[in-house]
Every structure is written in C-alpha cells, then in structure tokens.
T-cell receptor
Framework: AQSVAQPEDQVNVAEGNPLTVKCTYS??????LFWYVQYPNRGLQFLLK??????LVKGSYGFEAEFNKSQTSFHLKKPSALVSDSALYFC?????????????FGTGTRLQVTL | NAGVTQTPKFQVLKTGQSMTLQCAQD?????MSWYRQDPGMGLRLIHY???????DQGEVPNGYNVSRSTTEDFPLRLLSAAPSQTSVYFC????????????FGSGTRLTVV
C-alpha cells in the first residue's frame, strides 16, 4: 500500500529565510506526487505536482519541490519565506496504476513564519 | 465558475441521526472523492467515484454511503451518526485521472453529540 510520511508536525522559520518542508513516500513503481496548502477554515489548495521529467518542480506562490527517487523524497522548498506562507501543508501521492481518486495524504506539517 | 461546492458548512447531529453532505462540481470532472480530516491523521479517503454510476470504497468507508447519479453531484450519507464521525469532511474532484491536481471544496465541519 502506498504511504506518505511528513516527519515534522511543525516547522518554524523567520521571514526572509529559506524554508523546507519534508516529505517521503512509499509506492509501487513511479509515483505522482503533490503538495497542497490549507489555510485556516479553508479547503486544500493545489501548490505543485511531479508527474515526470525535471526533478525540480516549480509551483504557485514561489514554492518548488525536488523529487529524489533514490531517497523517495519530495521536499517542499521556498528560497525566502513570508509570514503569509504560514499554513498547513500536505504532501500526497498516488501510484500510476491506481485510480485517480486514491490519493494518499501525509499527516500535514504546520509552517509558522515569524517576523 | 464555482468549482466544488459543499453544503452545509457546519452541522451538529445527535447520535443516531442521519444526514447527507452535499457536493457538487461544475467542471465536468470525472473523478470525485470524499475525505475526512482529523487532527494528526491527515486526510483519509472515505469513498470515491470514477464516473456517474460508479463508486468504490476508500480507506474508512464504514458508516457512510455514496451514490453518483450525475457527473456533477456526489453526496455522502451518514446512516446513523456516531461521535467518532465528528470531523471535517472534504469533497474533491479531478480531471484527467488526477494528474492535473485535485480541486477541493471548502469543507463541512460535522459534530456528533
């Protein structure tokens, strides 16, 4: 069965500093990988995805993620954090052979950016 | 373009009551899913549908029913509410087998007392 691990419940970073939110996955074969963000009392918003191709994926709001097949990781990064980036971030995976709706989520990482 | 619309936004039920959470999308997405979000557990898949007339169980289907009579609508029914079903419920839809990303509704916060 596929799974996702987000090892940090919370990440704290000062505004202007780079940020990394970690994600590792387990899936049969090559994965589809996603990052979503959730602001308070809102639904999840799509940030970026890895389907194939370049291992460095760029997404919304200046975020990017690096796919590393050997380490089965898909860490979310941003060169310079903003206070407005504070939110709950979810990594998700689905395998290429499964049905589209079987997206497996991590437990989420709360990002807190302070001045 | 409304996207994915969920109603109601909030609901309080008594144990044993039944209710239906509504989900509608106007993007002609084939795939629709229901997730529940609980603290420290992320999102867990309840039921999903790959098209009208086709539904299947996810990770935590017990106590819930779904149907998909049209492409647009995917209601979630709680048959006999239990306190363990207190959660935030999200509906999501997708086009092109999910590779383009999923669109989520704003959620329904359900409390069962």
């Amino acid at each position: 069965a596929q799974s996702v691990a987000q090892p940090e419940d919370q990440v704290n970073v000062a505004e202007g500093n780079p940020l990394t939110v970690k994600c590792t996955y387990s899936v049969s074969g090559n994965p589809y990988l996603f990052w979503y963000v959730q602001y308070p009392n809102r639904g999840l918003q799509f940030l970026l995805k890895y389907i194939t191709g370049d291992n460095l994926v760029k997404g919304s709001y200046g975020f990017e993620a690096e796919f590393n097949k050997s380490q089965t990781s898909f860490h979310l990064k941003k060169p310079s954090a903003l206070v407005s980036d504070s939110a709950l971030y979810f990594c998700a995976v689905r395998d290429r052979t499964g049905t589209a709706s079987k997206l497996t989520f991590g437990t989420g990482t709360r990002l807190q950016v302070t001045l | 373009n409304a996207g994915v619309t969920q109603t109601p936004k909030f609901q309080v039920l008594k144990t044993g009551q039944s209710m239906t959470l509504q989900c509608a999308q106007d993007m002609n997405h084939e795939y629709m899913s229901w997730y529940r979000q609980d603290p420290g557990m992320g999102l867990r898949l309840i039921h999903y549908s790959v098209g009208a007339g086709i539904t299947d169980q996810g990770e935590v289907p017990n106590g819930y029913n779904v149907s998909r009579s049209t492409t647009e609508d995917f209601p979630l029914r709680l048959l006999s509410a239990a306190p363990s079903q207190t959660s935030v419920y999200f509906c999501a839809s997708s086009y092109s087998r999910g590779v383009s990303g999923y669109t989520f509704g704003s959620g329904t916060r359900l409390t069962v007392v």
